[in-house]
């Protein structure tokens, strides 16, 4: 577990969650991985920062420390728990959270352009154009924007996180159909 740490690039600094040389030490140690270890030290600096931005966006349980200076990022916070139960120290991130933006990380590495895409779902309801007119039954989820990987080590700090990472459209995937409501062959009312 570590605390905020910071990154200069050029003459600006900027706050991530952690340094390059842990994310160093946790992929020397992963299969698979050399795309992270091939990369030049300030394309690994800005995709760490470029992961701390994304992380940032979300919304976690707990509440962040110190809420009179302000601090600089969301983590650390009080109130949290790790995945086996054992209460997190209100100086320190989750192991978990740190994994998931090293993960997170090495994804921007491998495709620059995670960085820039938005949330991945798409909630119309209804498209037209001219006289013809298409409505959804409900929105269609598509994939998330973050790896999987990122998403089951966040998962626990999530504040709702029984959601993907990026789909919060609130919609029910539940069709009437199949909850035995009305059969294929009866109409709505």
Known sequence: MANPDTITIGAATYDVYGP??????????????DSWADAGGTDKDRALVSATRLLELQRYKGSITDDTTPQSLLWPRTGITDRRGVEVPDTDFPQ????????????????????????QDDNTKRAKAGDVE?????????????PNQVQEYLKPYLAGSGLALGYGSGCSSESSFESGQFSRSEGFA
């Open 96 to 119: 978990d959270v740190l994994y998931a933006y090293y993960e997170l990380a090495q994804a921007i590495i491998d495709d620059p352009e995670l960085a820039n895409i938005g949330n």
């Open 20 to 33: 390059r040389a842990d994310a160093d030490a946790y992929f020397g140690g992963k299969f698979g991985r």
């Open 134 to 146: 298409v409505e959804f039954f409900t929105p269609t989820k598509n994939q998330p924007r973050f």
